[in-house]
């Protein structure tokens, strides 16, 4: 059984009634492909009717919609929002801005944290501040191990109890084989999901960048593409062993694709997430040295990235995730072998996967939105959908649009973003989560019917 996205905390909902005119409506699961008007009461769809023809409440606010897309609300399992410890990067309050501003009607936020969220108390603690300060519905997962060292594990029954939706120690690896089948058997044992950085340090060794032809060029050290596909193909085996289940992040390399379809063809419980900046840039960028280039998996060759699109097209892949990790200027405005690892995503992520694969026709815009919301499953929440009584959670997208991206600032505390500069195609205008409007584009003109 499924729970509802706003189960998670957040200071919503407001609970006006709403009336969206004349969007044109696609939900790929529901076969809705037309325009239409949108009538939200009290948090859910309440009737979809013929355009023009939605009744609305009295004092419900009429937002006109044509010419606008309306998706289901896209869902983020992979976000680090650097809080507690590191708040000059991101806090729960400008991380879920952002979110709202990609059209996101919920996130799951990671635990390296300073300190690291591995106590019941953290995760306590997190979703009350979360229940005054987000702007979207936010989960929180714990910690593996104690630290995220790798050795111990935290209680996770424990911080199952205290509303923590899974577990993971992004950033880094599960480096013992032990440890990891042991986190297994509790997340057999207590439910949850288990996110996984798949990455063998003994292979990954200092590498700074992807190993091939541009790392040699440059002179840079290369992470070879194994490092991640070896854990891939360990820990796809280690969940069939314990029937548990667990999550693959951000893949990188057609190798760790080939291990996903073996594991899944040999029945693991295992998804896997693709990330935007993976599937539309390559380890060619690199050669400007520029650290917004940087992250952890590194961007992969052009035949790699085919692999992901090729993974995507073909559903093997359950979702994309952004892995939306900010960091301030000083952090990434340093020679590339010092700068940190990582890149914000959660604001442009629908309008990159638009511009560069819908547009030219590699993959269809319902299975980019359907893909941009299916993360919710992993937490076994329902993804958005627009359908009568479903949860209000609704994206409203003006496709045509075209902006550069960062040139208005961001959301976010930080603007290390891969696409700053680059001109993008369609932008979010509006979200609704639970039926209350939670990001509005500046000039974007609000009527009362
Ligand atoms: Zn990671
Ligand atoms: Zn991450």
């Known amino acids: 059984m499924s729970a509802a996205i706003t189960s998670l905390d957040w200071r919503g909902p407001g609970g006006a009634d709403l009336i969206v005119r004349g969007a044109h409506a696609v939900d790929a699961r529901e076969g809705l492909d037309r325009t239409c008007d949108l009538l939200i009461r009290e948090g859910r769809i309440a009737a979809i009717a013929a355009a023009g023809e939605g009744e609305a409440p009295e004092g419900a606010e009429e937002i006109d919609a044509a010419g606008l897309h309306a998706f289901p609300a896209f869902f983020d399992p992979h976000v680090h929002l650097r809080t507690p410890g590191q708040e000059y990067r991101e806090d729960i309050e400008t991380g879920t801005r952002a979110a709202a501003a990609g059209g996101y009607c919920g996130i799951v936020a990671m635990a390296n944290t300073d300190p690291v969220v591995e106590h019941p108390a953290d995760v306590r603690s997190l979703r009350e501040r979360a229940g005054a300060e987000a702007s979207v519905p936010t989960g929180f997962v714990a910690a593996v191990t104690k630290g995220m060292e790798g050795r111990e594990l935290t209680e996770m029954a424990a911080l199952r109890e205290a509303g923590a939706v899974g577990f993971s120690d992004d950033g880094l690896p599960i480096r013992s084989a032990g440890v990891m089948r042991r986190a297994l058997q509790y997340q057999h044992l207590v439910g949850g999901m288990i996110l996984l950085h798949e990455e063998d340090p003994e292979l990954t060794c200092d590498g ?27 820990d796809g085996a280690l969940c069939i062993y314990e029937d548990a289940r667990a ?16 594991a899944k063809a040999a029945g693991a419980k295992l998804t896997a997430e693709l990330t935007p900046h993976h599937l539309v840039l390559t380890d060619e960028e690199v050669r400007s040295l520029d650290a917004r280039f ?24 359950d979702c994309i995730g952004t ?30 996967l638009y511009t560069e694969l819908v547009l030219p026709g590699i993959v269809d815009l319902g299975l980019i939105v359907e893909r941009m919301g299916a993360g919710a499953s992993l937490f076994d929440l329902e993804p958005a959908r627009l359908a009568p009584d479903a949860q209000a959670n609704i994206a409203l997208i003006e496709l045509d649009a075209e902006w550069e991206a960062g040139a208005e600032g961001w959301e976010s505390r930080s603007e290390n973003s891969p696409f700053s500069g680059r001109t993008l195609r369609s932008r979010v205008v509006l979200t609704v989560v639970g039926g209350e409007v939670a990001y509005r584009r500046r000039k974007f003109a609000m009527r009362m019917a």
């Open 208 to 234: 700074v960048m992807a190993e091939g032809a541009v790392s040699a060029a440059l002179g840079l050290t290369g992470v070879p593409a194994v490092s991640e596909s070896t854990m891939i193909a360990r």
């Open 247 to 262: 999550h693959v992040q951000h893949l990188s390399a057609r190798t760790s694709v080939e291990a996903v379809e073996v």
């Open 294 to 317: 940087k992250m952890n998996p590194p961007l992969r060759s052009e035949d790699d990235r085919q692999a992901l699109i090729e993974a995507l097209r073909s559903g093997l892949v």
């Open 323 to 352: 892995d939306h990790a900010p960091h301030s200027t000083n952090e990434k405005e340093v020679p590339f072998e010092d700068a940190n690892m990582g890149v914000i995503g959660l604001e442009t992520a629908f309008a990159v």
